[in-house]
């Protein structure tokens, strides 16, 4: 009984401090990827706006990620915004994309005391550095705009609202690259 509580207790107190640092804002929880690779990343909405509960998660996609696929989540609505790209690009199995994934929108709703992770699965563009993901929260009461990026050498939360961000850095093969679907 004792060893149950003192985990729960540690358990807890680990929280804490991950929903105390990171819950003030829309965060990406895997912040470091290789650059040029897939990856699958969970946007955590840590509270909703002012008190009210959350009712859509926008993440608008960096114009270098060319495909993108979302996860779709229980109890919630998934809308996919796409536009033209400029020059097809090689896409997933070979074939030419002539679009590309330039938002995604999940609607439903998230009680302001609660937490969740909307998750999107990505190829990354084969630069180095901060990738930003803008992300528009909406709630029944206001909004939070997660877009602001910090200038170059800045910290990330050196600016008021700061966009979830992912750093590319120099890496080995992409593991998900010789996945068959």
Known sequence: MFRQSALSVSLVAALSGVCGAAGAHVVLTEPMAHAGASYVGHFRVGHGCAGAATTAVEVRLPEGVTAAKPQPKPGWTLEIKREPLTQPVKGEGGGLLHERVAAVI?????????????????????????????????????????????????????????????????????????MHH
Do not use: N
């Open 106 to 178: 999940w609607r439903g709703r998230l009680p302001d005391d609660e937490f969740d992770e909307f998750a999107l699965m990505a190829k990354l563009p084969a630069t180095l550095g901060p990738l930003y993901f803008p992300t528009l929260q909406t709630c029944e009461k206001g909004e939070e705009r997660w877009t602001d990026i910090p200038a170059p050498g800045a910290a990330w939360g050196s600016v008021p609202h700061p966009a979830p961000v992912v750093t590319l850095e120099a890496g080995g093969e992409d593991p998900m690259a010789h």
